[in-house]
């Protein structure tokens, strides 16, 4: 197992935008919707939004920090729809602590993420860039939300479709996670001055680790455990979602395990062996095995989108940071 070095380098840059997100926390009044709000963004995460608009600022020749109110903004906005992501997948833990629902309830739940959606517009706003580059900031930042609210529509409608494709698949991805990676490269682009050519080549990159990001996830749903992953495993299958993994199994399977996989999809009362037996099932007949390998290529086409990245160190840079995203443990 590699530890990619990749995290470890950027713990200054970690640290203030933890410090400019822990802040922007402190404008809210009431101590319970204070504390909602702050439950996430207190527990921990990777800030893999926040940290990839600061290097796509600095690989279009600008400076990193510029870039932290609006990588920032992207953060409220990501920990917002994991609270509401948490309600829609019923996940008691993330972070490794409790959801924010399980903790304070599920009209408490809705209004921090209210707040937190809210307060990512105002934070924006502190970036140092002119009006026209401010306008594409809120626009993008806009954009993202709308389109990953489709996205976890389309993840919690395929739940109850028989018939999901891969390229439908991707399309949900695409909206609920890859949209938001796109907008942190698209955005610090644009903060870093760089070219229309830079942006839109930063943009597809964002794009596609997006992608392989998220499949990476759900292959951590089947192949970790709750104290590495900080979340819920197998909470996929008992919620019945149509991962590439799924998938790409039931195209395959055929007699009693193709029977006992349908039958634990989306058993809410399944017990821990039935889930156990379907991951197992996936392991099997190599439908996880199949899912990695379509990450990795897309990280591979990704790379191929840093060529408009004229220094070296910058270019390998947001190369590791695109393996992180299919290697990680967490
Ligand atoms: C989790 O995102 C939600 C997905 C889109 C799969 P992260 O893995 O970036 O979560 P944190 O921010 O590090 O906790
Ligand atoms: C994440 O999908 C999508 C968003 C939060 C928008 P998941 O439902 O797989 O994320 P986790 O696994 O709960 O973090
Ligand atoms: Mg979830
Ligand atoms: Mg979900
Ligand atoms: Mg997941």
Same mark, same amino acid.
């Given at each position: 197992?590699?530890?990619?070095?990749?995290?470890?380098?950027?713990?200054?840059?970690?640290?203030?935008?933890?410090?400019?997100?822990?802040? !922007?926390? +402190?404008?809210?009044?009431?101590?319970?919707? &204070?504390? #909602?709000?702050?439950?996430?963004? *207190? /527990?921990? $995460?990777?800030?893999?939004?926040?940290?990839?608009?600061?290097?796509?600022?600095?690989?279009?020749?600008?400076?990193?920090?510029?870039?932290?109110?609006?990588?920032?903004?992207?953060?409220?906005?990501?920990?917002?729809?994991?609270?509401?992501?948490?309600?829609?997948?019923?996940?008691?833990?993330?972070?490794?602590?409790?959801?924010?629902?399980?903790?304070?309830?599920?009209?408490?739940?809705?209004?921090?993420?209210?707040?937190?959606?809210?307060?990512?517009?105002?934070?924006?706003?502190?970036?140092?860039?002119?009006?026209?580059?401010?306008?594409?900031?809120?626009?993008?930042?806009?954009?993202?939300?709308?389109?990953?609210?489709?996205?976890?529509?389309?993840?919690?409608?395929?739940?109850?479709?028989?018939?999901?494709? !891969?390229? +439908?698949?991707?399309?949900?991805?695409?909206? &609920?996670? #890859?949209?938001?990676?796109?907008? *942190? /490269?698209? $955005?610090?682009?644009?903060?870093?001055?760089?070219?229309?050519?830079?942006?839109?080549?930063?943009?597809?990159?964002?794009?596609?680790?997006?992608?392989?990001?998220?499949?990476?996830?759900?292959?951590?749903?089947?192949?970790?455990?709750?104290?590495?992953?900080?979340?819920?495993?197998?909470?996929?299958?008992?919620?019945?979602?149509?991962?590439?993994?799924?998938?790409?199994?039931?195209?395959?399977?055929?007699?009693?395990?193709?029977?006992?996989?349908?039958?634990?999809?989306?058993?809410?009362?399944?017990?821990?062996?039935?889930?156990?037996?379907?991951?197992?099932?996936?392991?099997?007949?190599?439908?996880?095995?199949?899912?990695?390998?379509?990450?990795?290529?897309?990280?591979?086409?990704?790379?191929?989108?840093?060529?408009?990245?004229?220094?070296?160190?910058?270019?390998?840079?947001?190369?590791?940071?695109?393996?992180?995203?299919?290697?990680?443990?967490?």
């Amino acid at each position: 197992v590699i530890d990619l070095a990749f995290p470890d380098e950027y713990k200054d840059r970690v640290k203030k935008v933890n410090e400019y997100l822990m802040r !922007s926390m +402190d404008v809210v009044e009431n101590k319970t919707l &204070k504390a #909602a709000m702050a439950h996430y963004p *207190a /527990a921990g $995460g990777k800030r893999l939004r926040p940290l990839l608009a600061t290097m796509a600022s600095e690989a279009a020749g600008g400076k990193y920090d510029k870039a932290i109110p609006f990588g920032v903004a992207l953060e409220i906005v990501h920990n917002f729809s994991l609270v509401h992501d948490d309600v829609m997948d019923e996940d008691d833990t993330r972070r490794g602590i409790k959801t924010v629902h399980s903790t304070y309830g599920i009209p408490e739940a809705i209004l921090s993420g209210d707040a937190l959606f809210a307060r990512a517009f105002e934070v924006v706003l502190d970036s140092d860039v002119d009006d026209t580059d401010l306008v594409r900031l809120v626009d993008i930042l806009a954009r993202s939300v709308r389109l990953l609210a489709e996205g976890q529509q389309m993840d919690m409608d395929f739940e109850s479709t028989k018939r999901v494709s !891969s390229s +439908d698949y991707m399309k949900m991805v695409e909206y &609920k996670t #890859a949209v938001l990676y796109s907008a *942190a /490269a698209r $955005g610090g682009a644009i903060i870093g001055g760089g070219t229309d050519v830079q942006e839109e080549a930063l943009a597809e990159f964002g794009r596609l680790i997006g992608l392989g990001f998220q499949i990476w996830d759900d292959v951590l749903d089947l192949r970790s455990d709750k104290e590495t992953f900080g979340k819920p495993v197998l909470n996929d299958i008992r919620n019945g979602k149509k991962t590439l993994i799924v998938i790409q199994a039931l195209e395959d399977l055929k007699g009693p395990d193709r029977v006992e996989l349908l039958s634990a999809l989306g058993k809410k009362n399944a017990m821990p062996r039935e889930l156990v037996r379907a991951r197992d099932i996936l392991e099997k007949v190599g439908a996880i095995d199949h899912a990695t390998k379509v990450a990795d290529e897309l990280v591979k086409e990704a790379k191929k989108a840093l060529k408009v990245v004229k220094n070296p160190a910058h270019r390998k840079a947001l190369s590791e940071f695109a393996d992180y995203m299919v290697k990680r443990k967490s």
